[in-house]
């Protein structure tokens, strides 16, 4: 990592306190850092601080961006192998997310084409809140890389996810967006296909998500499905994937393709799909999101069924699949910390609901109501009622990515 420069961003929030500390761990490794302070981050670090670790002057929003003779500080960018910007608030996310430039910092992000690696940092709810979290996918669509935020107490005295990962833990992500070797037992990185970094509240965790239809055989060519589209679960096990946690994803087959950075296992029918499950097996988490169909045909026929011209109809009989969120639930031994369930209902949802959850053993179970006039059936948005042994709490209704975010926020708060 010698001679590489980082153009480091200090963004204004109380974690700013741990950046001196990051640039000393960023020289340590024989790289430059060319700081440049927001106008907010000075609040929370002196000026003085970061340039003497740095070793370099601080650039900071003392000059007017409009003047010629300051489109230089422009090229700051151009002699940076990476953008770092820590901590990344709520407002600079947005910024960065929407294109704006009206100061140093964000101008300076919109006119490089450098790599970028964000650690954001900001209150609980400011983390969950949906404008945030919608900001967080633009981002990660441009292909911004992200570490943390992890969970835990934050400075203004709340409990959840959005302090700023650790100095070293950023530094590990700073390795290994330049392309190096992470340190050694970090264990708190998972680097997904597309290069992303990812550590967040569920690193070192595993999630099970079942997800999509099962298709059950009448004959080789013929089968019996339901119109599950896997539009939830696919959510869900990326979520679950954006805080860090390893996830196997178990699916029938869907008409919405799988999330990219998970372990995808392709079943057919629900036997298959129970076979996938165990074999993923230990898992901290298990999420069954499919719509497994409860019965499969008991005398499927290993070749194609003829209309033989007599007029005799095939006779289908049935045999009761096996129910995976009842087994995996009542698992004696290695059932997973936490399971949740989910409840297509059409009537009296919340009712039939904490039925189901009792009867299966499950800790959660999500219910909806998919009566047509809902229009959630194959639909984007989704409008449940998370029912735990303590009662039911009721969902706005919102898309079915928030759902997925806040779902995922709230096993990570359990298996905390
Ligand atoms: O009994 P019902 O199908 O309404 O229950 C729905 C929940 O049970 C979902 O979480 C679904 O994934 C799960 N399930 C299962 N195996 C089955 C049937 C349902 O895991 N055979």
């Given amino acids: 990592m010698d001679g590489k420069r980082i153009l480091l961003i200090i963004g204004g929030g109380i974690a700013a306190y741990k950046v001196p500390l990051l640039i000393r761990l960023i020289r340590a490794e024989g790289m430059q850092v060319t700081p440049v302070l927001t106008r907010a981050g000075a609040q929370f670090t002196t000026p003085m601080t970061v340039s003497v670790l740095a070793g370099e002057a601080v650039h900071d929003d003392l000059f007017d961006i409009s003047n010629e003779a300051e489109i230089g500080h422009i090229s700051l960018t151009r002699n940076a192998d990476l953008v770092v910007v820590a901590p990344a608030t709520a407002d600079m996310m947005a910024k960065m997310a929407n294109g704006l ?19 954001p940092a900001m209150n609980v709810r400011m983390w969950n809140h949906p404008a945030t979290q919608r900001n967080l996918a633009m981002l990660r669509d441009d292909g911004i890389l992200t570490v943390g935020p992890d969970r835990g107490e934050m400075a203004c005295g709340e409990f959840g996810a959005g302090r700023m990962a650790e100095p070293e833990v950023i530094m590990d992500a700073i390795r290994d967006a330049l392309g190096g070797a992470p340190a050694l037992g ?28 099962t298709h059950e055989p009448i004959d080789p060519v013929r089968y019996i499905a339901n119109r599950s589209s896997g539009a939830q679960g696919a959510a869900i096990a990326a979520a679950l994937r954006d805080l860090g946690a390893r996830v196997s994803f178990v699916t029938g087959p869907a008409t919405v393709p799988p999330p990219e950075g998970v372990d995808v296992v392709g079943v ?9 499950v165990q074999a993923a097996l230990p898992a901290d988490a298990a999420v069954m999101a499919a719509a497994v169909a409860d019965w499969r045909v008991d005398n499927a026929s290993p070749s194609k069924i003829k209309k033989d ?38 009537n009296d949802v919340i009712a039939n609901a904490t039925a189901k959850r009792a009867r299966k053993g499950s800790d959660w179970i999500v219910a909806n109501d998919v ?46």
């Fill in 101 to 119: 430039a009206d100061d140093l910092a964000s101008t300076l992000l919109l006119a490089s084409n450098k790599k970028v690696l964000i650690a």
């Fill in 186 to 213: 970090s264990g708190l990185l998972k680097l997904l296909p597309e290069n992303k970094v990812v550590s967040g509240p569920l690193s070192g965790r595993h999630v099970i998500v079942t997800s999509g239809p």
């Fill in 268 to 276: 057919e029918t629900a036997r298959q799909m129970r076979d996938a």
């Fill in 309 to 346: 011209g007599s007029g005799n109809l095939p006779v289908l009989s049935f045999k009761e699949n096996p129910d995976i969120l009842a087994w995996v639930s009542q698992l004696t031994e290695g059932r997973p910390r936490l399971v949740v369930g989910f409840a297509a209902e059409t």
């Fill in 371 to 416: 009566s047509p006039a809902t229009g959630i059936m194959g639909g984007t948005e989704n409008a449940v009622t998370v029912i735990r042994a303590d009662g039911a709490t009721e969902w706005p209704r919102m898309a079915k990515d928030a759902v997925a975010r806040r779902l995922a926020d709230e096993i990570a708060t359990a298996l905390a």
